[in-house]
């Protein structure tokens, strides 16, 4: 269970803090909080009614996880934020680098097929949208000026394609933003303590960018990754402040009695929701 002293048990910064509405847990960043403007909320597992391994608040559809149980887990994250369950946006997470765009110009994209993207940026008022992560990098923006936010999935692909960075350009060229405007937020994610990786994903990074993110490990042709570190690398490479960002610094794979992780629980774990929204009374058109 999440600790009574949150903030040092897992290391997070004073950035943000742990939270609760109704039986749901969750990390919530403050200055996200600070804008007025905004929901948000990294989900940790806990607050559902899923069982065993995905105990409890799963969002994994792919977890072999009961119909019934995301569903009620649906209602009631829904239900804790008062959000319309209808508005809740997620997609089919592919590790790929294609964002969703939701906006008045895109409001039927419900019907527009198959939604295999990996980010999902709106302008839209009181429809939040989210990402599933157990060890990946769930990033959040916020346009302060144009009020327009984003939801990111970057796992060690996603981040190689540069996903992040291709976010801040559609907020730029879709909404007029300029980088200096944005909030960046990196949840909990898998840290360099726990993410070994191998040789085909140390060469798929440039060399003259990618070095600093990787620490050689005894064990021939692995290497950790420090996956957060590369996201906030392609913020800042985007032109986002660097007062701008901030990070968690919670990894999920340590911290897995708050957050599922697919490598601390070599695949038999649940996915949590992080979400953000505009608030629909604050939100003005952009």
């Not at 804008?35 to 559809?61: D, K, M, Q, V, Y």
């Not at 072999?64 to 239900?79: A, K, Q, V, Y």
């Not at 990402?131 to 000026?145: I, S």
Request: charged share 25%.
């Amino acid at each position: 269970m999440i600790s009574e002293n949150p903030g040092q048990r897992y290391g997070t910064s004073d950035a943000f803090r742990f939270s609760r509405r109704d039986d749901v847990r969750y990390l919530e960043c403050l200055a996200l909080g600070e804008c007025g403007f905004i929901t948000h909320a990294f989900c940790t597992r806990w607050g559902g009614i899923s069982e065993g391994s995905l105990a409890n608040l799963n969002f994994g559809a792919r977890s072999g996880d009961r119909e019934e149980h995301l569903s009620r887990n649906r209602e009631i994250l829904c239900s804790a934020f008062d959000i319309q369950e209808k508005n809740l946006i997620t997609v089919t997470q592919v590790h790929g680098d294609r964002l969703l765009v939701i906006d008045e110009k895109t409001r039927d994209w419900r019907y527009g097929g198959s939604l295999e993207y990996d980010g999902i940026i709106s302008a839209m008022p009181g429809m939040p949208v989210g990402v599933k992560t157990a060890d990946c990098v769930p990033v959040f923006l916020v346009d302060r000026a144009r009020r327009v936010v984003g939801a990111v999935h970057a796992g060690w692909k996603g981040t190689s394609l540069g996903i992040t960075a291709k976010a801040i350009g559609v907020f730029v060229k879709e909404f007029a933003s300029t980088p200096a405007d944005i909030l960046a937020v990196i949840g909990p994610a898998i840290g360099p303590c726990c993410y070994e990786v191998d040789e085909v994903v140390f060469r798929d990074f440039d060399k003259k960018r990618g070095e600093s993110f990787f620490t050689r490990c005894e064990k021939e042709g692995r290497w950790m990754f420090d996956l957060p570190a590369a996201n906030r690398f392609q913020l800042l490479d985007a032109g986002v402040p660097p007062d701008n960002i901030f990070s968690a610094g919670i990894c999920t794979s340590c911290s897995r009695d708050a957050f599922f992780s697919h490598r601390g629980e070599k695949g038999d774990t649940g996915r949590q929701l992080s979400f953000i929204m505009l608030r629909q009374a604050d939100a003005r058109q952009t």
